[in-house]
């Protein structure tokens, strides 16, 4: 567990690797894998009204984050942050040629983020990792 906290590059780096994604003008992972940047390659078909693609993003940055800072007063922020991220880049879309707000993108973003937080509440709660 202290690996992560000890280098903390690894979370910033995937951090700041969402970021650009969701910035970028189109999709990169398009233009890389279907040379087309206005397709959005898809991992698995999308939940109901949830982005899988939004879900399993802010899921994988969620943990990192997790893992990386282990202090209440650091969780807290760490909550606060990865909530506001999950809005603001959505947002962000209304503004970028070629992508568009989508309201299963953010329900996918914020599930991604609480679904790590409600884990983490189990797991501190009856201690399933305590020795």
Known sequence: ????????????????????????????FGCIFLNDCSIQPQIIPDFAEISSNH????????IF???????????????IYLTLL??????????????????PD????LLGVFVVIFFKNLINEYGFFEK
């Open 106 to 109: 953010l329900f996918g973003n």
């Open 1 to 28: 567990m202290k690996f992560f906290s000890n280098y903390k590059i690894i979370f910033y780096s995937i951090n700041i690797s969402l970021i650009i994604l969701y910035l970028f003008p189109g999709s990169i």
């Open 55 to 62: 879900l399993y993003a802010f899921f994988i940055v969620s």
């Open 86 to 103: 999950a809005i603001l880049l959505e947002i962000c879309h209304l503004f970028i040629p070629q992508r568009s707000f989508q309201w």
């Open 65 to 79: 984050g997790y893992l990386t800072f282990l202090k209440d007063k650091q969780i807290k922020y760490l909550i």
